[in-house]
């Protein structure tokens, strides 16, 4: 193996390597999606079991604030790409736990991807360093 192949193999790792990173972020994005959705459930079935409609309202920055829910039986649901549409609470579940069907999907098409990508990042490891190695006992300078 030559120095020219040596540096390819490791310029393939680094590329490799980028695009594992770039599936790491897409599968915790995921899983916050996914989190975000059993959250979200749990208030609206709460919303509707509560006695006097209040409930905690998280408005971001670790801050929540109590609120009453004038219409706990209406919700108002963003559907993607920036489009909002009212639902009723059960049918704003009903696609949220679809949706987290969907991330799941998602999630274990990505996970395969990486294991994929991670196998063939382990091949290239061990040809550079059978390269490296194969230098070493043949005394050349393998960078």
Same mark, same amino acid.
């Not at 040596?6 to 590329?15: F, I």
């Not at 409609?53 to 998280?58: C, N, P, R, S």
């Given at each position: 193996m030559d120095q020219r192949e040596?540096?390819?193999?490791?310029?393939?790792?680094?590329?490799y390597g980028q695009q594992a990173e770039i599936f790491v972020n897409q599968l915790q994005l995921l899983e916050n999606g996914r989190l975000e959705a059993h959250a979200a459930i749990e208030s609206l079935e709460e919303m509707l079991t509560t006695e006097n409609?209040?409930?905690?309202?998280?408005i971001g920055g670790g801050a929540s604030v109590r609120a009453k829910v004038m219409?706990? @039986?209406?919700?108002l649901l963003a559907i993607g790409s920036e489009v909002v549409v009212e639902r009723s609470n059960? =049918? #704003?579940? @009903?696609?949220?736990?679809?949706?987290?069907?969907?991330?799941?999907?998602?999630?274990?098409?990505?996970? =395969? #991807?990486?294991?994929?990508?991670?196998?063939?990042m382990n091949e290239i490891n061990k040809r550079i360093e059978s390269g490296y190695q194969q230098a070493m006992a043949s005394g050349q300078n393998p960078g």
């Open positions: 040596l540096m390819t193999l490791q310029n393939y790792l680094q590329e409609g209040t409930v905690l309202l998280q219409e706990p @039986e209406k919700v059960k =049918d #704003a579940v @009903e696609f949220l736990k679809e949706r987290i069907i969907e991330m799941e999907a998602s999630q274990k098409k990505v996970a =395969d #991807a990486l294991d994929r990508l991670r196998a063939q």
